[in-house]
């Protein structure tokens, strides 16, 4: 990682995979961010940079970098190791944190959940698996979490059949193109958990998607798939 690429991730700003922290306020609160990269598809936290994309540099590059190892070491599971370098800009220093997409999803947060995370936690769930929304670090629903394990490369092999159950669904779907676990269970008379892993098992073999809005989550149609 060089100034050239660390000057253009400044210039475009936060998103999915990018990530700016003036500060470290606490290994915990970085915890999650890094296992919402690791649990996604990776990305870059830069400390020393304000939210508006200017450089204010750390006051210790050698106390932050260690919160980060601790972050990553004592405050996740498994354990996620970033890459880290130091960049000077004039005479203030950036922490470039680098985060590799994960083969050991999912990684759990070891930290206390805090009030903040109550997005899944309202519906009684609390996963303590955080991933990236669009420029945000969410927890992870259950269904998530489900389908995270099966991207492992040690996961069972799936295996799927299409029923009543399912046939519903698709009728459901074509009409209203959109409905939640909840709705789902509903529709075919089985509890939220039954309609869960149901749902999991169309994701994984790609005739359903799973789609995050806000703390909301709901199931479509893949656009590819016929029914």
Do not use: W
């Not at 210790?60 to 990553?72: N, Q």
């Not at 880290?84 to 990684?107: A, W, Y």
């Not at 698996?129 to 099966?150: F, G, H, P, Q």
Request: a negative charge; hydrophobic letters at 35%; glycine letters at 6%.
């Amino acid at each position: 990682m060089n100034y050239k690429t660390v000057q253009e991730l400044i210039d475009e700003g936060e998103g999915f995979r990018i990530e700016f922290k003036r500060r470290i306020s606490s290994p915990e609160k970085i915890a999650r961010t890094i296992i919402s990269f690791a649990n996604t598809k990776g990305g870059t936290i830069l400390f020393g940079v304000d939210d508006d994309g200017s450089i204010v540099g750390v006051e210790s590059e050698k106390s932050e970098i260690d919160l980060i190892e601790m972050a990553g070491r004592d405050f996740t599971d498994p354990e996620i190791h970033p890459t880290i370098n130091v960049l000077s800009f004039g005479r203030r220093d950036v922490i470039v944190c680098q985060i590799e997409e994960s083969t050991m999803k999912p990684h759990y947060f070891l930290g206390e959940v805090q009030h903040s995370d109550e997005s899944y936690r309202k519906n009684g769930e609390n996963t303590r698996v955080y991933i990236r929304v669009n420029d945000n670090t969410m927890m992870a629903s259950r269904e998530t979490v489900k389908i995270l394990e099966a991207e492992r490369p040690d996961a069972p092999p799936l295996k799927l059949g299409i029923g009543e159950n399912e046939h519903r669904l698709f009728k459901y779907l074509e009409e209203h193109e959109r409905i939640t676990v909840r709705e789902y269970g509903r529709l075919i008379n089985v509890s939220d958990r039954r309609a869960s892993r149901l749902l999991v098992r169309l994701i994984r073999a790609g005739v359903v998607r799973i789609h995050t809005h806000e703390d909301r989550e709901f199931f479509t149609l893949a656009y590819d798939v016929k029914v």
